[in-house]
């Protein structure tokens, strides 16, 4: 298997609302990200959780809060979103050590209204 | 720190003929330099990686790139397009230090046409 899985593939919702976005791999890789991809840009780094510990926060709102129940699996709580963060949300995973290739999952298309 | 310049934010190319993809990157130390492809409504897949060793890296779906490091740069070309290469591509370094910071460029659109 060398799959990252990520659901629901899209998501509106409200900016009162909370959601969570949920990311599964069963491959044994040890770190796990969360990107954020806006239409037409590269995606940039949001969190990493190395051996199931948040290692990068790369300062974001407190409105996104990261979690990682096991090593197989990433969540990523929203809450009061703004509209300006509609955006493609893309988990990836690797072996460990950062700096090998990454696999990334389809990805979670969200639209705050 | 590290940066990438992908020269090219849109290709258009015939299908059949050949293409290159341009990448420049600086940084203070050494890195491992990656491609990905992104289709529409998808997310980013792995073409090659060079680690060390032969300049010249083959990857999946035809594609090869070439490290130069005195050009600080890493190419993608394929010989023949086909209209299912239509897609995104990334250029992306990664320090060999490790601390998990893939540095992606801007991407560029290569647009294959019948």
């Known amino acids: 298997d060398t799959e990252v899985t990520q659901t629901p593939k899209h998501l509106v919702m409200g900016m009162t609302n909370k959601k969570s976005l949920k990311c599964e791999q069963h491959m044994g890789h040890r770190a796990m990200y969360w990107y954020k991809q806006k239409a037409k840009k590269p995606p940039e780094l949001m969190f990493v959780y190395s051996y199931e510990k948040l290692s990068i926060n790369e300062s974001v709102p407190s409105r996104f809060s990261p979690e990682c129940p096991n090593s197989s699996l990433l969540n990523l709580h929203l809450h009061a979103l703004q509209p300006e963060d509609s955006a493609l949300y893309l988990c990836?995973?690797?072996?460990?050590?950062?700096?090998?290739?990454?696999?990334f999952g389809s990805g979670t298309q969200l639209s705050v209204l | 720190a590290q940066s990438v310049t992908q020269l090219d934010s849109q290709v258009p190319v015939f299908e059949e003929a050949p293409v290159e993809l341009r990448c420049n990157y600086s940084s203070s130390v050494s890195v491992y330099l990656f491609w990905y492809v992104q289709y529409p409504n998808q997310g980013l897949q792995l073409l090659l990686k060079y680690l060390s060793g032969s300049t010249l890296v083959k990857g999946i779906n035809g594609f090869e790139a070439e490290f130069n490091k005195s050009q600080t740069s890493f190419h993608l070309r394929k010989p023949s397009v086909h209209i299912s290469d239509t897609a995104e591509y990334f250029c992306?370094?990664?320090?060999?230090?490790?601390?998990?910071?893939?540095?992606f460029g801007a991407g560029t659109r290569l647009f294959v046409k019948a």
């Open positions: 992306a370094v990664s320090p060999n230090t490790g601390g998990f910071k893939t540095i």
């Open positions: 990836a995973s690797s072996q460990g050590q950062g700096i090998e290739k990454l696999f």
